[in-house]
């Protein structure tokens, strides 16, 4: 059955290809220099918090040591409807935070 198949990937010969003008020369320094990128002020932006995030802690170390301290003494007294009612909801919607 394969053999049937002329061209497996959809790719023919081209045939013969002219090179544009320019192809093949040296390499020219003023094209070069008029390259250039531009970035959005969004871009910037997004940029900059991106950045600003890498320095948060992503374990916060002042909260933990509270919690830890809180469960000792007995003074920890979560509230168990927010934790039912979120469980569910990040069940339902597949989110695990």
């Known amino acids: ?50 950045l600003e995030l890498a320095k948060v802690p992503d374990v916060r170390e002042d909260r933990v040591n509270d919690l830890k301290k809180r469960i000792e003494e007995g003074s920890y007294d979560p509230n168990l409807n927010a934790l039912a009612s979120r469980l569910l909801w990040a069940g339902i919607n597949r989110i695990e935070d």
Request: hydrophobic fraction near 40%; aromatic fraction near 4%; proline fraction near 4%.
């Open 1 to 50: 059955m394969i053999e049937k198949i002329k061209d497996p990937l959809g790719v023919g010969s081209i045939g013969s290809v002219k090179p544009r003008r320019g192809v093949g020369e040296s390499f020219d320094d003023s094209a070069a220099s008029r390259d250039g990128l531009a970035v959005s002020q969004f871009a910037r932006e997004m940029a900059g918090i991106s």
